[in-house]
């Protein structure tokens, strides 16, 4: 029987409306390997492995488990199966402890009641069995990030799971965190496990794979072994093209300083340190990109600077004027413009028709409004040409904003900050979960905004984004920024900048968007 | 392409009951005037169930109300006895319109203010208050400072929950269904047994002293000795009005309205939340107040415990919102729904041959209860339409 | 001395300053517990600088307000005085009283914890105590009223639960109309049955258990005559609170009310779930109902629930959603009624104002000003697997 896969898909196929999420994906998992699911953001990764968990059924195709076609139609049958899943966000309850959470609708009784030190006394035995150190009576929402995958990990082992999927595992980890993951995977394999590891990094996947399937675009390109594998091709094959695109990109010509920041701090939401003494200075005609592990403080620093967030120490001058503190409007009176990093949350108000969120901005000033009295038809006489400008497609100015493509959603976000003739502009994650057109669009923007001696603070995860369009890179750990690069930095000299920073632990509570 | 629609629709807005409902309140006429039918409907078969004919049920409440003022070939005698009814509807129609236009604006702001009866009980107290006191001032002074107390007496008691939610996320719900009851006690105090405000003629009645005439106000149609219209309902629809401006044409609406849907958006657009959260309720508060301050100098003149206790004015002000999708124009348009039907359903005016007002004022509370149950689930609205797709799956993905 | 237990001290010796001038003690002198108001201001003083800032805030009020009823305690009608504080009669009432609001407040927090709000629940107390009423009226006995009752007010729960999990509506909105719905049908069938005459005088009563404990003082007196339904609400109190924290289901029915994704995942049906506690809550709150009708007072009237309902669904809330915690919350309040009921001995005016109470001490506690409730994480919000 050694020759049957432990889990096989073949031809599955999932549909989202007009959207094809998966297209017809073959994908074969053999007991003892690890299998590595690569492929961009949308490519379909996520949505093919909660077909696999039974959180989405599949419109055509089949699994088969250990040889036999089955119908999973609940993770409870997943779980049945032996298939057990490790989430992109986390699947814990944060008021309740580890063991909890790791028993979870499968507990330990005594009588008609929970045996908490049965709980208790399982955990440890399977923590020692593959070396994961969990303090069973924590609660969860107390542990740091890297613990609480470790609990999911232990709670699909503790059902039983023979067939384990991580969903990009490492987008929230420190190098360290990362390193221990690896091992504890090598041992989950050599244990007999069929491991499915969801990334989108080259290097990672390199690393822990035995095999690599590439998607793109919902559909499988490839299945090949890693010993075989090179990191360009594997990006060709996932991209589709040989490279994302060059920019044509003129040298930078920095003028003077527009952003300063000088020794900031500040607090997250949960009030514990985010910004540790940041300082960094971007000047007109230049993009400085930030590149940085999620988590350490990006998003703090985005909005201490859009004037979401007042800094607990320090100065943000823009053009000179210090708009520490001052709110949002000050800052986009001194000229700063923000495409935030997510705009389903604070980009848009959905509901919306497109004329009112592109009025976001500027709806308390002439000629929107007069006298605290507001014009719809001056509204959408603003906005109709921006729409046209932006190439703004699916909708007119009546349109709400919810039933827009997200690319064309971020047009108008772009369309929105842009006309505003900023002077710095923020963009957070610019591109995310966007398809490569848009992309390319937005990136051809922020460079017209340096031709055009604006300063561009961009924000990423992305480091191949970050390389292409940003004239200097700014490393970003635990809220300081550590190391400065040139355009033409190697993964390599950034991954270790992004992760030696003294004591890189990224905060529990961070928010990454599922892809 | 782009974001697969994985996003849970939680997080894509749908943060908000505002949000929530925005299905329902989308589109024209057609989803609120089939929700309303349905209603009618299994009121209807709860009448039948009862071995009633339902039709002529609905007709002699329909007469009761005395809508059918409105039709040119009744009789010349019936359009007497109509224009008397009608004048009763209207006169419950003028705080309906008010407390609707209170849940609305809140609704809009995505607060839902469950404290429309609290915040119409402070405007009575209040304006019974100034009512009772300064007799001889001129008439039109006296109406204005006890309708501007009964507003600014409202708009206080709903200040202190958006204040509540604004400072310290104090849910809306739970602080103005507190504050009704507060309200309520608080009124009963004032006008009971032994109470501060208690009339002194009768110390054995719980009832507050008569406002004085010249806190009247003028009746327009009828006669002013049978409880004729006062000039009320045209204040409420100017308050209507000013309502629709607010929501549609004003800065101040739109700073609502983006953080009923969005906070995050809001803030983001440099709207501060809680600043639109305290300015919406308070507004709701001015009106409610103002449909206590009609109520009492427009035709009760007094106030009495059992009155505080029982009314249901600000209850019924949530089903007229909801059923207006809760815009101006369609608040209106349900207030005058409402008081046809519970003037209709009344004892005075239904025809107890026909269907038992003791009864019909339940069959009122059951349509009321329904509406609101169909308007809460905007599925509902969405298959009623057939109208799926985008909007309907909570406004997120491509 | 900790700060912790600097709050401790604090509210006994305000406690202590008030009873001093109370019978059986009654001190004609409010000077002790003026003494004693000062030294409990001192321990609130010191609990709030060492680090409890609500709490903190939340004794010092109290020390004041206890100097402040010695001072008119002190002062009062000796003979009055006796007659409102009749201390076993008063803990008698206080129980009775909270009985309906204990059986809701159990309804509301199973359903808080599977993260269906239910601000129905007025409206289930008002069902159960109309079906309790007609079910032992019909069936001719007070136990057939009750079951009556819980299925009616299951079926009301069921109606929730249709609309909260499966047609994903707004749950505030939803249970609003629940107690809309509930209210007319029940004076609907009330009218329709019985008309003007009103229930029966003969209707069938849910005994009082008789304890042979008179002997014993203050608790005998207080407990030695107890309807039936006030000692299974205590009792519900204890297997809702061994349910939802002790046992596998109970775990379960919590992380549903957390994270609705997460028990998805991991195998728990979180509609099934949610569609039992929202109906279970519904049999509560009737039976809650039900001991109004038929274990209180006897008969039914229209909106005879009054906003109990709702002063439950604030205990839930003081309680901070655990059934010991609302258990305390319901005595709390229904202490409250039980005073003003006595009150009139004094002030009929004051009296009243006295059932504002509970309101205003739910108002305070929802603003968060003494400690903080943090309700289930996702209570209120529509599960839908995305």
């Known amino acids: 029987m050694a020759d049957v896969p432990a889990l096989e898909l073949r031809g599955v196929t999932k549909r989202f409306g007009s959207l094809v999420a998966n297209d017809g994906v073959d994908l074969d998992l053999r007991a003892g390997e690890v299998h590595a699911l690569l492929g961009e953001n949308g490519a379909g990764k996520s949505t093919l492995m909660n077909v696999l968990y039974g959180l989405h059924q599949p419109d055509e195709g089949e699994v088969l488990v250990r040889g036999e076609p089955v119908r999973i139609d609940s993770p409870r049958r997943a779980i049945e199966l032996g298939i057990g899943m490790v989430h992109q966000h986390f699947m814990l309850i944060p008021v309740m402890t580890v063991a909890e959470n790791i028993v979870l609708a499968d507990e330990p009784t005594r009588g008609a009641l929970l045996d908490r030190a049965a709980a208790r006394e399982r955990v440890r035995e399977l923590s020692d069995r593959y070396g994961l150190a969990v303090d069973p009576d924590a609660v969860v929402e107390d542990v740091t990030v890297g613990q609480q995958q470790r609990v999911e990990i232990l709670r699909a082992l503790y059902r039983g799971a023979e067939v384990l999927v991580l969903d990009e595992p490492t987008a929230v980890l420190t190098a360290q965190e990362t390193a221990e993951l690896f091992a504890v995977l090598r041992e989950l394999k050599r244990r007999g496990a069929a491991v499915v590891f969801i990334s989108h990094k080259l290097g990672e996947v390199l690393e822990v794979a035995d095999r690599i399937t590439v998607l793109q675009r919902g559909r499988k390109v490839a299945t090949l072994d890693a010993a075989d594998a090179t990191e360009p091709e594997l990006a060709r094959l996932m991209v589709g093209r040989e490279v994302l695109f060059r920019l044509d990109k003129a040298a930078a010509r920095p003028g003077e300083a527009l952003l300063e920041l000088d020794d900031v701090h500040a607090s997250d939401d949960r009030g514990l340190p985010a910004l540790d003494g940041l300082s960094l200075t971007v000047r007109a005609g230049e993009i400085v990109g930030i590149a940085g592990v999620d988590g350490n403080g990006q998003s703090e620093l985005v909005e201490c600077v859009t004037g979401l967030r007042a800094p607990t120490a320090g100065a943000i001058r823009v053009g000179g004027t210090d708009v520490a503190g001052r709110g949002v409007r000050e800052c986009l009176a001194a000229g700063v413009g923000h495409i935030p990093e997510d705009r389903h949350r604070r980009g848009l108000v959905l509901p919306f028709d497109l004329a009112e969120n592109l009025a976001l901005r500027e709806y308390r000033r002439p000629p929107l409004a007069r006298h605290g009295l507001l014009s719809p038809k001056r509204l959408r006489a603003l906005a109709r040409p921006r729409l046209e400008t932006y190439d703004v497609r699916g909708g007119d100015v009546d349109t709400p904003a919810a039933s827009l493509s997200g690319g064309n959603q971020q047009k108008v976000v772009i369309a929105r900050e842009l006309e505003q003739d900023p002077r710095v502009l923020v963009a957070a994650q610019p591109t995310r979960g966007l398809d490569v057109g848009a992309i390319e669009f937005v990136h051809r923007r922020l460079l017209e905004q340096r031709a055009e001696d604006r300063a561009v603070l961009l924000v990423s995860l992305e480091l191949e984004e970050l390389r292409s369009v940003a004239d200097r890179l700014l490393v970003i750990s635990d809220g300081r920024i550590v190391a400065e690069f040139g355009p033409d930095a190697s993964d390599e000299e950034l991954g270790l900048a992004m992760t030696s920073g003294a004591g890189a632990a990224p905060r529990h509570g961070e928010r990454s968007e599922p892809e | 392409m782009s974001l697969p629609p994985e996003v849970p629709p939680a997080e894509v807005g749908a943060t908000t009951s505002a949000a929530r409902l925005s299905g329902f309140m989308r589109g024209g006429l057609a989803v609120p005037l089939l929700t309303a039918l349905l209603a009618f409907v299994a009121g209807g078969l709860v009448v039948l169930a009862t071995g009633r004919n339902p039709l002529s049920t609905y007709k002699a409440i329909f007469d009761g109300s005395g809508l059918n003022w409105l039709f040119p070939w009744i009789s010349s005698d019936d359009r007497t006895l109509a224009a008397l009814n009608l004048q009763q509807t209207l006169i419950i129609t003028v705080p309906l319109i008010l407390v609707g236009l209170a849940v609305a604006i809140a609704f809009r702001g995505g607060l839902f203010n469950i404290g429309g009866q609290g915040q119409y009980t402070m405007g009575t107290i209040a304006a019974v208050f100034v009512g009772t006191r300064l007799p001889g001032a001129p008439g039109l002074v006296h109406v204005l400072l006890a309708v501007l107390a009964a507003m600014a007496a409202g708009g206080l008691w709903a200040a202190i929950a958006g204040w509540l939610r604004a400072s310290t996320g104090a849910n809306e719900v739970i602080s103005t269904i507190m504050l009704n009851y507060v309200a309520l006690w608080l009124g009963v105090y004032l006008f009971g047994l032994d109470g501060p405000l208690q009339n002194t003629t009768q110390p054995s009645v719980p009832v507050s002293a008569d406002i004085a005439s010249s806190a009247r106000l003028p009746v327009f149609w009828g006669d002013p000795e049978l409880q004729g219209l006062h000039v009320g309902i045209f204040i409420a629809l100017a308050g209507a009005a000013l309502a629709w401006v607010l929501l549609n044409r004003s800065v101040a609406g739109y700073q609502i309205r983006a953080v009923g849907f969005n906070p995050d958006a809001a803030e983001y657009g440099g709207i501060s939340a809680g600043r639109q959260q305290v300015k919406a309720m308070a507004i709701c508060g001015l009106l409610a107040g103002l449909a206590g301050a009609l109520d009492i100098l427009g035709w009760q003149f007094r106030l009495a415990t059992n009155d505080i206790q029982t009314s249901q004015i600000g209850f019924l002000g949530i089903a007229v919102a909801l059923l207006g999708r809760n815009t101006a124009v369609g608040t209106v348009f349900a207030a005058l729904l409402f008081g046809a039907l519970v003037n209709g359903t009344s004892v005075r005016n239904l025809d107890p041959a026909v269907f038992p007002p003791a009864l019909a004022g339940n069959l009122t509370l059951i349509i009321q209860g329904l509406i609101v149950l169909l308007v809460s689930a905007p599925v509902i609205a969405t298959r009623l339409l057939g109208w799926r797709g985008r909007l309907a799956r909570g406004g997120g993905s491509p | ?386």
């Open chain 3, 1 to 386: 001395m900790s700060a912790r237990r600097g709050l401790y001290v604090a509210f006994a010796l305000a406690a202590v300053a008030v009873y001093l001038t109370l019978p059986p003690l009654g001190l004609r002198t409010p000077i002790p517990s003026l003494l004693l108001a000062v030294a409990a201001l001192g321990a609130a003083g010191a609990a709030l600088r060492a680090g409890e800032r609500r709490l903190g805030r939340a004794a010092i009020v109290t020390a004041i307000v206890a100097g402040a009823l010695a001072v008119v305690f002190a002062g009062a009608d000796e003979a009055k005085l006796a007659d409102v504080f009749a201390w076993s009669a008063l803990a008698a009432a206080m129980l009775r009283y909270a009985t309906p609001l204990i059986f809701a407040a159990m309804g509301g927090v199973v359903s808080e914890r599977a993260g269906v709000v239910n601000i129905g629940l007025e409206g289930m107390l008002l069902v159960g105590a109309f079906f309790g009423a007609w079910g032992a009226d019909v069936a001719g006995g007070w136990l057939p009223g009750l079951l009556i009752a819980m299925v009616a007010g299951g079926l009301f729960g069921l109606l929730h639960a249709t609309f909260a999990v499966s047609l994903r509506a707004d749950q505030i909105v939803s249970g609003t109309a629940i107690n809309f719905l509930a209210l007319g049908a029940t004076g609907y069938l009330f009218v329709k049955l019985y008309g003007e005459q009103g229930t029966p005088d003969d209707l069938a009563q849910v005994p009082d258990v008789q304890l042979p404990i008179g002997a014993i003082p203050f608790f005998g007196d207080a407990l030695k005559q107890l309807n039936l339904l006030v000692w299974v609400a205590l009792i519900v109190v204890a297997i809702a609170s061994v349910y939802l924290f002790r046992t596998p289901a109970g775990l379960r029915h919590r992380a549903v009310g957390e994270n609705p994704l997460a028990a998805d995942t991991a195998g728990i049906s979180v509609a099934r779930t949610r569609y039992l506690a929202v109906t279970g809550s519904g049999v509560l709150a009737a039976l809650g109902g039900a001991f109004l009708s038929i274990g209180f007072v006897h008969s039914f009237s229209e909106n005879m629930s009054a906003g109990r309902g709702f002063i439950a669904l604030a205990a839930v809330i003081f309680g901070r959603w655990k059934p010991g915690g609302a258990l305390a919350a319901a005595l709390l309040f229904g202490f409250s009624s039980a005073l003003a009921q006595r009150l009139p001995a004094f002030s009929p005016s004051t009296a009243t104002l006295f059932q504002a109470l509970p309101y205003l001490l739910t108002l305070v506690a929802v603003a968060g000003l003494v400690g903080r409730s943090r309700p289930p994480a996702a209570d209120g919000v529509p599960y839908e697997r995305y």
